[in-house]
């Protein structure tokens, strides 16, 4: 099936962001309802795209458009094409509908914003971005909406860049991301030395021919993209730092769609990963791994984007662990990713509302009752809590359940460890984001007297009051019958592969709820009494790493940043003295003999003769020498 | 009708046109050199569209006897890799006299002695890559040497005096050791069938492997110069920040890619086996310069000096697309010339502006430019991130095209190459914090934003990083077929993909 | 007698005053050298003729003479030149010129 | 007896001519009025050498006849030779006729009274003229000598009055004679040893005629040594006039004090006819001999590319700097020479051609460069001359160009023709050395030129006056032919390829 419609999804967005920027002030009046309308009109063609693909029969519901040939060397032949299929579907919807919903919010947010008009240019440049991400048909088409993403996002980030430390978390986030990007390159290049093709049906129709280490080469690779990208352990220190961006961006970018991209990329991989055992205990490992990082990360963190953006990284951690549980992973993941984009989001607009009332302030420790002040954020904002917790029947209990059931359930003692992980997980999720709640919304007022907190206008609330929808609904009409993973079957091929099951579902559910139950009384015994406005300092030194992002920033600076500033130094100091040296060396010489011979021109016309006289002898001999 | 020999004259048609004129009419000066360019871009473009892509070997070709006692002719052909070259190099040259229209202003001479010698220079550049015979191409090689010489010294900034000499040092002392090799090869054609320069007799020859190796050497030492390859790259920077924006820009635009040109089209043409012999040190180098370049890159304090390192590691990956042997290798490395000369110009053109206006080329006199000048800026980072090879801008698509081509036959090679891809982000990114980002540094609150005449200098060639970056269609078919003959010639065929390979 | 004994005296007047040239500072006396070495020149042409039987070099003999003599006009000229100027006639005072 | 000598007057007629134009010259110094023959000795020696050069292309297709008895061999590079000797001197003269350059009195004691009414009578020693064309004869005759007493007749009449003129400069007179009385020092003493050398020969061979030499070289049976102190000495005679190292410390001082149009001509001329008849004897007599000389010479080529490129590099002095130049440029010459094959006598030829006309142009251009106290040839006082007198500086440039082998002049020709034989002969090691010194002397003609144009003026008093017309002639002539030769040389070529073969 082809389609023609496909190419506008992208090109509505990337022409309205170049037509905005180009068009400098002269469109600050109205940029931001034009981009509005384009984003909303891309969701119009998903949507419509969506319908029409409900209506094939589900083995033929993916569609493609070619474009043109985009780069042909030798073999080495990749068009520039479209792949909609129900995977990518699911982005798209997910991409442009909160998408839409985020440039509204931000139409209010941003509007003192001198440069909002700009702003809007980069919302719908990421939106163009984050579309040919999920609708490339290759890696490498995949690889230019992934760099585009990155860069949306570094522009978003750095969008108040005339504050220094802004700049420099929005350089950090794209340095990170390339360091990911050196990894789905590689993965390319080495998908293109084995199967002669990097796109993604070419790989996939030929992966039975290639050998396990070249299959496991590209999954590591591949991994390594998606740490990049959605911020897993090592390389998921940006993301704290992202929250330097307007808070819309990290509600749109930094929580429900960029930073999921790497869950993308291994499910869109799974034909990969299914014939790589060790790549996919790897992403099993560091889905694991990142899922208790945030948490722990996300207990101690007194600025509410920061310990948003902490859970944003535990949650993907969850779908990047469900992504390594093979088949039966993908639709749970993705399923997760689809929920959390509701209630991260939802939340994020939440906490971006109560800085809007309280001027930019982020630090939980001088907010406190906002509730009564700021109702509609208070309620939004709790349904979407009460989805991410996983409390039944909210979003979030849905998809996460099914994750840490799945892990429990798969082979061997691995299971064990992972579900135990993945069980732990929310425990300290459920603590953290009560934490939460309990700090912002609840209990004495902490703020100062020229704070007025405030219900925030219509354009904003009213974003947050449909997040809040899907933050309540999605789970249920995604998981009802099985309704998610059979849609997304075809494209994981997860053809119902029966387990043994370890774990009943009523028994991992129990256990999951009983762990959500503790932490979150944990955190109303802790934060019940008053919280002091200042952090305090006489904390274990458990709190003291968990607040420095568990050392990872140090870790970084210690390991690469100076290690590679030292040896920047060092070769800009060789380069001048021993290389340019070197050569100046050269040149010394030559002068210094120069000058050397110069003495024998003494002037004294008898030395001159002594000179012929020992030529003449030199020469008698060496030709007599020779002669004989 | 002799299109190569009308192109190369044009030029200089103008430069003479330009002598004549007196010397108070430096404008008039200005507008005749940009004229005449623009009349020459347009005899390229001609040029291009009558050439046919599936026809092998050289096309416009012209033969004339030039010297017959030494077997010189005056020949000339283009292949496709040599057509675009020309093509940017034509195109290139209006833009550089739009961008720098007052360049010629502060120089020790006028201004008509500026236009003469680029123009000059452009003849030269033609003539460069339109020739066959090895002696011509050695004549433009080592001629061209003198406008670029007198362009630095005289309208430079700076140490200009000493960074022109360096340069000249430096190129000769290559050219000559390519004038050893040249002699060479043609000595062992007398010996094989009479004396020629005759590129593809002379690639029929059969020579030892020794003599081979040293021939290779005298070629490539020569080219790894102008290239410049580590370590043979000092003189760069020094040039670079001395020169004006519009001198770096043909510098290392156009003449630094003789370098490369010359590694495709004689190391490798008439030297197979020593190519072959000497990859791996070659593959080597190459990596070392483009970690080195990027290295050197992020620790520069001057925004010149700081693009002449990125070109650096730039030309590390170009020599080592070449000297990987595949196709996607070469067409990528051809492909990474073109787009480094427009990227660099980009950089190099907005740089020297900005510079201009500030009065300072120090990165850390900038900052906060974004909010003074915003288009200003803009363009730059646009041009930077075609130098940091971002997706969907031109350099990407060449400079992946030399990753995949380097991993089929080289897996190790790319890994570390695909390192500077890191480090490309980290010496784009951190200028552009530095000067772009941040608060308004005093002394830049009143820098004025880009003029009407900048920007239609600048603008073609950013349409040309992002057209090309989404479309490289139209050159790399015109490259491929000259690749893949290059490569045929020389004996070497793509690996083929280890599952289902043809 | 043997006339190798001619050429070894021929010798040992070039040499004496190839060496001369090199040890003596008075113009007059370098330039004395020199004409020592064209006559031990000189000598060795007229033994070689007299050993071959054949005139050639005793005609060469003569020649050499008058282009001594020419020497002779232009290097007093010249040594006489340079001693009004400089009041001197030894070789080591004139070397202005150096380096 | 023998039949009465036949001389072949119009074989020999060149330099007859040359020798009588000379003659006459002596004779108007004695008959002309004072004021007057400045003019008349110009013109007569423009015209002589004029009609010289018409004769000489009257035989100009002889390729092998011999003239005085076979004393004199007129064969194709005699014939190049000649006419680039008569070609060079016509345009040196041009240079000379500028008589500013010379002392008014020479007999003058420099800074005395007599020294200072000369000036102001405006006596000129117009002896200058004379002493050139007999000069010039004697250069003639050096590449066509074809037995040991002309060659060695030759060597005098060429030297001799080149050590006079080296003495008459204007200015800096005590640098003048002091150049003089070195150049007539060591040359007399080369001489001698050239001399002895040729004794040697004749006691070798028993010959005097090259032939005859050759045809004992061949026979191998005469007495060895002989050959050995004939060969050497000979060699010395020849390597000590064209600068080569260790016998090249006349040449830095000679060049630097003398008047720089005679530096000029004699750098340039004299080169040609001292490489003619280095080929001629070392090409004719000892070819076979080869093994004897050829390690050493090689030697000798190589320590004279090194040590004049090297040494130039430090040099203040302008002319000093283009004498270590020339020095480097005979180590060029002599990688051709020991090619020992016909592209090594082509390409020397070649190259003679090439760095004359540039190095008359050269010089001419610095006896332009003065203030009021004479020519400035301090290096670091020529700055800002690219700003004071564009052309000039630009022309000079060009020629440094042309010394420093830059494609598009004449020396590019040369250096590419001579390297090309060179290493045709299988001297690879030579051609190395000879890029490398090419490469080092690159350095100081850029220096140079970065001088004029890339510093900054140092606002003394530093003119250029301008040329009369003759010099301008001169040295824009010089200018055209380097850039022919450099451009177009097919022709050039072609004529020497068909004439450059020598005749025994």
């Known amino acids: 099936m082809t389609s023609n419609n496909l190419v506008y999804l992208i090109a509505l967005p990337l022409f309205s962001s170049g037509f905005l920027m180009m068009l400098g002030r002269r469109a600050d009046k109205w940029g931001h309802i034009f981009a509005t309308l384009i984003s909303a009109s891309a969701f119009g063609i998903g949507a419509f795209e969506f319908l029409q693909m409900l209506a094939r029969p589900s083995e033929s519901r993916a569609v493609t458009q070619k474009l043109f040939s985009w780069i042909s060397v030798g073999t080495f032949q990749v068009d520039a094409s479209l792949l909609l299929d129900q995977l990518s579907i699911s982005f798209v919807l997910l991409i442009t509908g909160v998408g839409t919903l985020i440039h509204i919010y931000s139409i209010a947010y941003m509007s003192h914003d001198l440069d909002r008009r700009r702003f809007f240019a980069f919302l719908n440049f990421f939106i163009a971005a984050m579309l040919l991400l999920v609708l490339g048909d290759s890696y490498l088409n995949l690889y230019v909406g992934w760099e585009g993403v990155g860069l949306a996002s570094y522009l978003l980030i750095g969008f108040w860049n005339q504050k220094p430390e802004y700049a420099t978390a929005a350089k950090k986030a794209f340095i990170a991301n390339r360091v990911g990007d050196v990894g789905l390159s590689l993965a390319i290049m080495i998908a293109f030395a084995t199967f002669g093709t990097v796109s993604f049906a070419g790989v996939e129709e030929k992966v039975s021919g290639a050998s396990t280490a070249a299959l496991t080469g590209i999954g590591l690779m591949l991994l390594l993209a998606a740490t990049g990208k959605s911020a897993q352990f090592p390389l998921q220190s940006w993301l704290g730092d992202a929250m330097a961006g307007p808070t819309p961006v990290s509600a749109l970018i930094h929580a429900a769609t960029m930073v999921t991209a790497g869950v993308y990329l291994i499910t869109r991989s799974n034909f990969i990963f299914d014939n790589a055992p060790t790549a996919q205990l790897c992403v099993v490992i560091i889905g694991a791994i990142t899922l208790m990082f945030g948490a722990l990360i996300g207990t101690a963190k007194d600025d509410i984007k920061k310990a948003l953006a902490a859970s944003t990284m535990s949650q993907i951690g969850y779908m990047i662990l469900a992504t390594g549980l093979g088949p039966v992973g993908y639709a749970f993941a993705i399923m997760h990713l689809l929920t959390h984009g509701f209630f991260k989001a939802g939340m994020f607009l939440g906490a971006g509302s109560v800085m809007h009332g309280m001027d930019d302030e982020v630090n939980m420790r001088k907010y406190g009752g906002l509730g009564k002040l700021m109702p509609i954020t208070a309620i939004t904002f709790g349904l979407g809590y009460l989805a991410i917790i996983g409390v039944p029947p909210f979003a979030g209990f849905y998809s996460k359940d099914k994750i840490i059931e799945t892990a429990f359930n798969s082979e061997g003692i691995k299971g064990l460890f992972i579900g135990g992980a993945a069980l732990l997980g929310a425990l300290v999720t459920a603590f953290y984001m009560t934490r939460v709640i309990i700090l912002t919304f609840t209990g004495a007022k902490r703020w100062d007297e020229k704070a007025h907190p405030h219900e925030s206008p219509f354009l904003m609330w009213g974003p947050m009051a449909i997040l809040a929808i899907g933050s309540v609904a999605s789970g249920f009409l995604l998981s009802s019958g099985n309704r998610f993973v059979s849609w997304l079957a075809p494209v994981v091929n997860s053809h119902e592969v029966e387990h043994a099951e370890r774990f009943q579902p009523v028994v991992v559910t129990t256990m999951a709820l009983v762990a959500v139950l503790i932490g979150v009384a944990i955190a109303i015994a802790k934060y019940r009494s008053d919280v002091p406005r200042v952090a305090p300092t006489n904390v274990n030194i458990f709190t003291k790493i968990a607040r420095r992002d568990l050392l990872q920033d140090d870790f970084n600076e210690a390991v690469l940043m100076r290690p590679g500033q030292a040896l920047t130094n060092f070769l800009v100091a060789t380069d001048e003295r021993a290389i340019d040296g070197a050569v100046r060396t050269v040149g010394a010489v030559v002068i210094g003999s120069s000058k050397g011979i110069r003495k024998t021109q003494n002037g004294f016309v008898r030395s001159y003769a002594l000179l012929i006289l020992f030529g003449a002898f030199a020469l008698l001999a060496t030709i007599w020498v020779v002669t004989l | 009708m002799n299109y190569l020999t009308s192109l190369g004259a044009l030029p200089l048609l103008g430069a003479l046109l330009i002598f004549t004129l007196p010397k108070s009419k430096s404008n008039s000066a200005k507008w005749l050199a940009l004229a005449t360019s623009i009349a020459v871009a347009f005899l390229g473009v001609l040029i291009a569209l009558r050439f046919e892509i599936d026809r092998p070997g050289f096309q416009f070709v012209e033969n004339y006897s030039w010297i017959p006692s030494f077997g010189i002719n005056y020949s000339l052909g283009i292949d496709g890799i040599a057509l675009v070259l020309i093509l940017m190099s034509v195109i290139l040259v209006p833009i550089v006299i739009v961008a720098g229209w007052h360049e010629s202003e502060g120089g020790r001479w006028g201004s008509k002695t500026f236009y003469i010698l680029i123009l000059i220079l452009e003849t030269m550049m033609i003539g460069v890559f339109a020739a066959t015979d090895v002696f011509l191409f050695y004549v433009f090689f080592e001629a061209m040497l003198v406008p670029v010489y007198f362009l630095i010294g005289g309208y430079g900034v700076g140490e200009r005096a000493a960074a022109a000499v360096k340069f000249l040092l430096y190129s000769l002392f290559g050219g000559l050791l390519m004038l050893a090799a040249i002699i060479g090869i043609y000595v062992i054609s007398g010996h094989q069938g009479g004396h020629t320069f005759d590129i593809e007799k002379l690639s029929q020859l059969t020579i030892d492997s020794t003599t081979q190796n040293f021939l290779f050497l005298g070629f490539f030492i020569a080219f790894a110069i102008k290239a410049p390859l580590w370590p043979l790259h000092t003189w760069l920077p020094d040039a670079a920040k001395s020169a004006t924006p519009g001198t770096s820009v043909l510098l290392l635009g156009v003449l630094d890619k003789v370098g490369t040109f010359g590694m495709i089209r004689y190391c490798i043409k008439l030297f197979p086996e020593s190519s072959k012999t000497f990859t791996p040190i070659i593959i080597v180098l190459a990596l070392i310069s483009i970690l080195y370049g990027a290295f050197l890159a992020i620790g520069q304090k001057d925004i010149k000096g700081l693009i002449a390192f990125t070109s650096i590691s730039h030309f590390g990956f170009i020599t080592m697309g070449i000297f990987a042997m595949t196709t996607q290798g070469h067409s990528g490395a051809t492909l990474y010339m073109v787009n480094h000369g427009f990227s660099t110009a980009a950089l190099f053109l907005v740089a020297g502006w900005i510079s201009k206006r500030r009065g300072s080329s120090t990165i850390a006199d900038f900052g906060g430019l974004q909010r003074v000048t915003p288009v200003l800026a803009w363009t730059f980072f646009i041009a930077g991130l075609s130098s940091l090879a971002l997706p969907g801008l031109s350099s990407f698509v060449s400079e992946f095209l030399v990753l995949v081509g380097t991993y089929t036959r080289y897996p190790v090679a790319a890994v570390i190459g695909t390192l500077g891809i890191v480090l490309a982000a980290l010496y784009i990114l951190i200028p552009v914090q530095k000067a772009l980002h941040g608060p308004i540094t005093p002394g830049n609150e009143n820098l004025t934003d880009i003029t009407r005449r900048e920007r239609i200098a600048i603008a073609p060639v950013i349409a040309v990083i992002i057209f090309l970056g989404f479309y490289p269609k139209p050159l790399l078919d015109v490259i491929n077929p000259a690749s893949v003959a290059t490569l045929t010639a020389a004996g070497f065929s793509d690996p083929a993909p280890t599952v289902g390979g043809k | ?99 | 007896m023998s039949d009465t000598p036949v001389l072949q007057y119009s074989f020999l007629a060149p330099i007859l001519i040359v020798l009588g134009g000379a003659v006459i010259g002596v004779l108007l110094e004695a008959f002309a009025a004072a004021k007057r023959r400045a003019v008349l000795q110009l013109t007569l020696t423009l015209g002589t050498l004029f009609i010289a050069f018409l004769s000489l292309l009257r035989i100009r297709n002889l390729t092998s006849a011999k003239a005085a008895m076979g004393s004199v061999m007129i064969d194709g590079p005699t014939i190049l030779m000649q006419g680039t000797i008569l070609l060079i001197a016509f345009f040196a003269v041009m240079i000379i006729g500028d008589v500013d350059n010379f002392t008014a009195q020479a007999s003058a004691v420099p800074g005395s009274d007599e020294e200072k009414s000369a000036l102001q009578a405006g006596r000129q020693q117009t002896e200058i003229f004379p002493l050139t064309l007999f000069a010039v004869a004697g250069m003639l005759l050096f590449p066509a000598a074809n037995d040991l007493v002309t060659l060695f007749v030759a060597l005098e009449v060429l030297s001799l009055p080149l050590y006079l003129m080296a003495g008459l400069s204007r200015h800096r007179r005590l640098f003048s004679q002091e150049a003089a009385l070195k150049y007539f020092l060591l040359g007399a003493y080369a001489s001698a040893f050239f001399l002895f050398g040729a004794a040697f020969l004749y006691g070798f061979s028993y010959s005097v005629t090259l032939s005859g030499i050759h045809a004992a070289v061949i026979g191998g049976t005469a007495n060895n040594i002989f050959l050995l102190i004939g060969l050497t000495f000979i060699s010395l005679g020849l390597l000590f006039k064209v600068g080569a190292v260790p016998f090249h410390a006349w040449t830095p001082d000679v060049y630097q004090g003398a008047p720089t149009p005679i530096t000029g001509f004699m750098a340039a001329a004299t080169k040609v006819a001292a490489f003619g008849a280095m080929l001629r004897i070392y090409y004719v007599t000892f070819a076979e001999a080869n093994w004897n000389w050829r390690p050493i010479l090689t030697v000798i080529a190589i320590a004279t590319m090194l040590v004049g490129s090297i040494v130039a590099i430090t040099q203040r002095d302008i002319k000093r700097m283009l004498a270590y130049s020339s020095i480097a440029h005979a180590g060029f010459l002599f990688t051709g020479v020991i090619a020992l094959n016909k592209a090594g006598l082509a390409a020397t030829l070649f190259y003679l051609l090439a760095y004359g006309f540039a190095t008359i142009g050269a010089f001419g251009v610095i006896t332009l460069v003065r203030d009021s106290s004479g020519e400035i040839t301090d290096l670091n006082r020529w700055a800002g001359l690219g700003r004071r007198s564009p052309k000039i500086a630009a022309l000079f440039s060009f020629f440094l160009f042309a010394f420093a082998g830059i494609p598009l002049t004449s020396g590019f020709i040369g250096k590419f023709a001579i390297f090309t034989a060179a290493y045709e002969s299988g001297n690879i090691g030579v051609v190395v050395v000879g890029v490398l010194s090419s490469a080092i002397a690159a350095f100081f003609y850029i220096r140079v030129i970065v001088m004029m144009y890339f510093a900054d003026d140092n606002g003394d008093s530093l003119t250029v006056v301008i040329p009369s017309p003759l010099t301008s002639i001169a040295i824009w002539v010089s200018g055209g032919v380097t850039l022919v030769l450099g451009v177009y040389p097919t022709p050039v070529l072609n004529a020497i390829n068909t004439l450059a073969t020598f005749i025994r």
């Open chain 3, 1 to 99: 007698m043997n006339s190798a004994n001619y050429l070894y005296l021929s010798a040992m007047l070039f040499t004496i005053g190839a060496v001369g040239v090199v040890i003596r500072r008075n113009a007059i006396v370098v330039f004395m050298c020199i004409e020592l070495m064209l006559n031990a020149a000189n000598l060795a042409f007229v033994t070689f003729a007299r050993i071959n039987g054949t005139l050639d070099g005793q005609i060469i003999a003569f020649f050499t003479m008058v282009v001594a003599a020419c020497e002779v006009v232009v290097g007093l000229a010249i040594i006489v030149t340079i001693f009004r100027s400089r009041r001197s006639t030894s070789v080591d005072d004139a070397s202005l010129l150096k380096r």
